[in-house]
Structure formats: C-alpha cells, structure tokens
C-alpha cells in the first residue's frame, strides 16, 4: 500500500511562509510509513525565490520534480502555484537521483543513474518517476527509448519540464528545491506498487487534408514530404505565410507508428532552412495526418478518462499529468481541465495534477509487456 499526503502554496515571495504553508498541510505530526518521498511541481519564480528550496529544507526526505506550467491537487489548482505529494509505504521501497548532465558528453549518464538506483533496491522496480529537462541533447521520445533499452519492461511515468518563458530556459528539474537544468531525476520504485496506467489524447478527432508521406526527416525536423521539400508541400495546402508553417499552439502531426497506432507530435517552429521542427521523432516513411485541436475535444477527453479513473482508484492514489498545448488551446479558461479533475474526483481520492512538456506513459505490448511512450497532446494517468 501507498499512501499520499499533498500540499500547496501560492506564497512566492516569502519562503519561510511557503514552508509554513506547506507543514501545515502535510500534518506530519502523523508518522510517515518507513519509506516515504516527495514529489514537487512549481512555477520558475519559487526557485529563484528560494521559496522551493526552503519548502524541501523542511521536510525528512528527499523532493524530486521539476518546473510546470500549472499544478493542482485537492484543494488547489493555479497557475502560480507550488505543489508537494508524499507518497509513504512500509513494502513499497523508493530509491531517487538525479543523473549527471546529459549534454556533458558522457553517454553513460542515464545508465549510471539508473545502476546507482538499482543498487539501492531490494529488487526489480515495479516502476519508475521520470522528470526531465525540456532542453536536452535529444528529443523526447529518443529519452525514452534510451530508458526503455536500460530497464527492459520496467515502465516509466512522467514529464519533461515546461515553462512559460518563449525560450523555456527556467524548464529545468529540481531536487530538494534546487535546479537541474541539463539532468533527469529518476523515482524508483521496488514492491508491489502495482501501478494502473490510464491515457487519453484528442488529435485524431479533427484530422483534415490528405494522408501524406514523410520522405525526407532528420530527428525532430521534417524537410521533406510526398517527395518534396515540406514548407512547398505545405505551401500547396494554403498553410504558409511569409515563409512560415501557420498554427502553432494547435497543429499536430498524427504519425503512424510501426505495429500500428500513432502518436503525436506538435509543430514548434519553421526553420530560416524551410524545416519544419516537431516535439518529437519524425521517421522517414512514416504516413502522417494533420489535426488541429479544439477546447471542446480537450474538456470531454478529460471528463471521459477523470469519471472513469474515479471508478478505479478508489482506495488508491492518482499522479495526472496533461500536456501544455492542452491549457494553451484554452486561453482563457486555463484552469477548466485542472476543475474537471477536482469535480471528478471528489475529496476521496488523493491526486497530483501537473501541465508538461511531454508526458511520458507506457503501452501495453504483447505478450503483457510494457512499452514506454512519449506523448503530446495527451492527458495520462497512473493510479497508485
């Protein structure tokens, strides 16, 4: 069993009040099981505030996380806030780090994390917390398949680290507070945890204009299509202006996938070259579809899988992670999923909700296996 205590506070300014505000919640006056860690998620202004690190200077075990657009958890759902979860068990072990940086030329950095933590635990993990940075030497989905070749079938789940800085330069992880801006931190979990992993994405719903074709791909940029440059094929479908593929903040691409299915990748920006840069991995030869995402789509997506999470996790613990873009497509009504998530679940259910950068969820793979994924555009779940 695993239990989850969380707290919240908006006070930025004022570290020793945030640190207040945050012990007053965690009752900790109430023994803690034997092993216990905590999760943190915040605005970039609590770690240049020290407010994050005085938070974590107050509690008996180690913080791990990252900057998020936006978190909730019961009681709480903002923009500006900063958010803790305790998970605590007596047959579940935690063991925790923090890699050294990856773009430090070593590239042995994720697998020494990862020996490090295995060396702390009784035995295999039944799953891992995974937060990383948004800038990395690689892209997202390329992370998660270096882990996934590491661990096997172990499965992860997380986030890479958003901001709203234009550059994202303050999306970085923290531990204890601190920032990483070029590590991964890594929760390891041994014992029966038993996790219950839960997605939902919505950019299938509205595809339009023909299924194409990549022909000319170079990791993250797409530079050529149905056996032409990309921006003129683009151009063919009234999609650019003045040199630049339009709708960013709500445009994706639906690649297939090899053994079916898709994933999605979102458009980032045009290249001064006429590349056009995505979220992820674009696989030469893969077919794609372009959808644009609503409000709408996103609202009942997260009321279809939040009704449904709530039927199963009674009893249990609920980690929610939704991707950025989501909140953008809702300008004004920013916290409209974080409040569907809070009318779903009720007071019963323990949860921690955070907006990322790219959600990190497995799949189930034949023969019962666990195949790791990284997502855009999706809101996942693990239940605990």
């Known amino acids: 069993m695993i239990t989850m205590r969380t707290a919240f506070t908006g006070e930025i300014d004022d570290p020793d009040k945030a640190a207040a505000d945050i012990l007053g919640q965690l009752g900790l006056e109430r023994p803690l099981l034997r092993h216990s860690v905590g999760l943190i998620h915040c605005y970039e202004d609590f770690v240049s505030s020290g407010a994050a690190r005085a938070v974590c200077a107050a509690l008996p075990f180690e913080v791990f996380g990252c900057v998020a657009l936006g978190s909730a958890v019961r009681g709480a759902a903002g923009m500006l806030l900063l958010t803790i979860t305790v998970l605590s068990s007596d047959e579940v072990v935690f063991a925790s780090g923090v890699s050294d940086p990856l773009d430090s030329g070593r590239d042995n950095a994720l697998s020494d994390l990862y020996a490090r933590l295995l060396a702390e635990l009784p035995g295999k993990p039944s799953m891992c917390l995974l937060f990383a940075p948004f800038h990395l030497p690689y892209t997202g989905d390329v992370l998660v398949r270096k882990l996934h070749r590491l661990a096997g079938d172990v499965p992860f789940f997380g986030m890479r680290s958003i901001d709203e800085m234009s550059d ?13 801006r070029d590590a ?6 041994s014992g029966a945890a038993e996790p219950v992993f839960m997605l939902k994405n919505v950019y299938g719903a509205r595809t339009f204009a023909p299924e194409a074709t990549i022909t000319a791909a170079e990791g993250q940029f797409l530079m050529g299509v149905n056996g032409i440059p990309a921006l003129e094929y683009f151009s063919s479908l009234g999609m650019v202006k003045n040199g630049e593929l339009q709708g960013k903040e709500g445009l994706c691409f639906v690649v297939d996938i090899p053994g079916g299915g898709n994933v999605a990748r979102i458009y980032e920006q045009t290249t001064p070259r006429g590349e056009i840069r995505c979220s992820g991995y674009m696989p030469t030869g893969a077919g794609f579809r372009l959808s644009i995402i609503d409000p709408e789509q996103i609202l009942s997506s997260a009321r279809e899988i939040a009704a449904e999470a709530a039927g199963l996790a009674r009893g249990k613990n609920l980690l929610i992670i939704s991707c950025a873009v989501r909140n953008w497509v809702l300008g004004i009504h920013e916290l409209a999923e974080m409040d569907i998530m809070a009318e779903c679940l009720g007071q019963d259910i323990p949860y921690h909700f ?4 790219g959600e990190i969820c497995p799949v189930r793979q034949a023969p019962g296996g666990w195949l790791n994924q990284f997502h855009n555009v999706t809101l996942v779940m693990c239940i605990l």
């Open 168 to 180: 994202h330069s303050c999306a970085f992880t923290l531990h204890n507070g601190e920032e990483q």
């Open 354 to 357: 955070a907006y990322s950068g």
């Open 184 to 189: 991964v931190v890594l929760v390891a979990l």
